[in-house]
């Protein structure tokens, strides 16, 4: 498979599974959150698969940018912006390199830009920023998926809907750090990682 | 009266923004406000490409941007960087820090005496 194939799996796959997992999603958000993180995602990932189908990909930078802009205007709710500004970001780097690395640290930089949000607030990017550390040195495992998304259960939000319960936070999975790991799980099983 | 400045609204919830308007209307009735409240389909969220359309149909160049809560703040955002006009992002309490902008933009009150009053309704960040 060529890497824009792969690529094009990681993303139907990261589909798939927030499709499948809707519910798990919907529920994480309504224990810390307004409850729609799984509806809303799934929303987008139909809107994506769409566009997908009406379009043949040549360059890995425009595929980014589809799926960004596609999911900012389809998808409500913070995940939209959060989501599409990282591919957005994605498919800037992506005119400049290949190294998946390199375009998921672009990614991260452009949620943390979108939500001013920092490692440890109990947000995506704390599986973001681990699973990038780990993919850039050639460690990334799905222990290492699954163990950022549990360090967010202990993590009291200080970012998004969740800050305002406080403390009450406490316990309980971030709805955004566990769709995230289903896009690193999509990743691992895409094979775009296989060739590096 | 014509204003250079309009306020825009952004809330999740329609009848927040419908509710909101209808309170600054009986106090600034000559400014142009305009809301993007709700989802494209009326659900509760906000949306980047309503915020974007309602910025694009002001006559007004320049904008005093209010928000209810944290998302509504991104996809303003976002939609601040596609769009050409002057947009001021206030992070005060909604309803006071718009219902002060509206009520001094009506009485013709400068926009540094108007951002002056608002400071102290800043309550988020």
Same mark, same amino acid.
């Given at each position: 498979?060529?890497?824009?194939?792969?690529?094009?799996?990681?993303?139907?796959?990261?589909?798939?599974?927030?499709?499948?997992?809707?519910?798990?999603?919907?529920?994480?958000?309504?224990?810390?959150?307004?409850?729609?993180?799984?509806?809303?995602?799934?929303?987008?990932?139909?809107?994506?698969?769409?566009?997908?189908?009406?379009?043949?990909?040549?360059?890995?930078?425009?595929?980014?940018?589809?799926?960004?802009?596609?999911?900012?205007?389809?998808?409500?709710?913070?995940?939209?912006?959060?989501?599409?500004?990282?591919?957005?970001?994605?498919?800037?780097?992506?005119?400049?390199?290949?190294?998946?690395?390199?375009?998921?640290?672009?990614?991260?930089?452009?949620?943390?830009?979108?939500?001013?949000?920092?490692?440890?607030?109990?947000?995506?990017?704390?599986?973001?920023?681990?699973?990038?550390?780990?993919?850039?040195?050639?460690?990334?495992?799905?222990?290492?998926?699954?163990?950022?998304?549990?360090?967010?259960?202990?993590?009291?939000?200080?970012?998004?809907?969740?800050?305002?319960?406080?403390?009450?936070?406490?316990?309980?999975?971030?709805?955004?750090?566990?769709?995230?790991?289903?896009?690193?799980?999509?990743?691992?099983?895409?094979?775009?990682?296989?060739?590096? | 009266?014509?204003?250079?400045?309009?306020?825009?609204?952004?809330?999740?919830?329609?009848?927040?923004?419908? #509710?909101?308007? /209808?309170?600054?209307?009986?106090? *600034?009735?000559?400014? $142009?406000? %305009?809301?993007?409240?709700?989802? +494209?389909?009326?659900?509760?969220?906000?949306?980047?490409?309503?915020?974007?359309?309602?910025?694009?149909?002001?006559?007004?160049?320049?904008?005093?941007?209010?928000?209810?809560? #944290?998302?509504? /703040?991104?996809?303003?955002?976002? *939609?601040?960087?596609? $769009?050409? %006009?002057?947009?001021?992002?206030? +992070?005060?309490?909604?309803?006071?820090?718009?219902?002060?902008?509206?009520?001094?933009?009506?009485?013709?009150?400068?926009?540094?005496?108007?951002?002056?009053?608002?400071?102290?309704?800043?309550? /988020?960040?």
């Amino acid at each position: 498979m060529s890497m824009i194939e792969k690529v094009s799996k990681w993303i139907e796959l990261f589909g798939e599974k927030v499709t499948q997992n809707k519910e798990t999603l919907n529920k994480l958000d309504t224990a810390i959150g307004d409850g729609d993180h799984g509806s809303n995602l799934t929303r987008g990932a139909a809107a994506i698969r769409e566009k997908a189908e009406e379009t043949t990909y040549d360059n890995l930078s425009k595929l980014f940018q589809d799926v960004g802009m596609t999911l900012v205007s389809k998808v409500g709710g913070a995940s939209g912006p959060l989501y599409g500004s990282a591919f957005i970001e994605m498919a800037k780097k992506a005119k400049e390199t290949e190294d998946i690395g390199e375009i998921l640290e672009a990614g991260l930089n452009g949620i943390q830009k979108r939500g001013k949000a920092e490692v440890g607030e109990k947000t995506m990017v704390d599986e973001w920023a681990p699973v990038i550390d780990h993919i850039k040195s050639g460690s990334f495992t799905d222990e290492i998926i699954q163990e950022s998304l549990q360090n967010t259960k202990e993590m009291k939000a200080t970012k998004g809907r969740a800050s305002y319960l406080g403390d009450r936070s406490i316990g309980h999975i971030d709805p955004g750090a566990q769709s995230s790991a289903y896009f690193f799980e999509a990743l691992l099983d895409s094979g775009v990682l296989d060739d590096e | 009266m014509t204003n250079k400045y309009g306020i825009l609204l952004v809330s999740h919830v329609e009848e927040i923004t419908d #509710g909101l308007l /209808k309170l600054l209307d009986q106090v *600034a009735g000559d400014v $142009s406000i %305009k809301t993007a409240g709700g989802t +494209e389909n009326g659900e509760i969220g906000t949306n980047f490409e309503k915020i974007n359309q309602v910025l694009n149909a002001f006559e007004e160049e320049k904008i005093l941007a209010f928000y209810d809560l #944290g998302s509504a /703040k991104m996809n303003l955002e976002m *939609a601040m960087e596609y $769009s050409d %006009k002057e947009i001021t992002l206030y +992070e005060t309490a909604f309803i006071e820090g718009s219902y002060v902008a509206a009520s001094l933009l009506q009485a013709d009150v400068d926009i540094e005496v108007i951002e002056e009053q608002l400071k102290p309704l800043i309550v /988020k960040e």
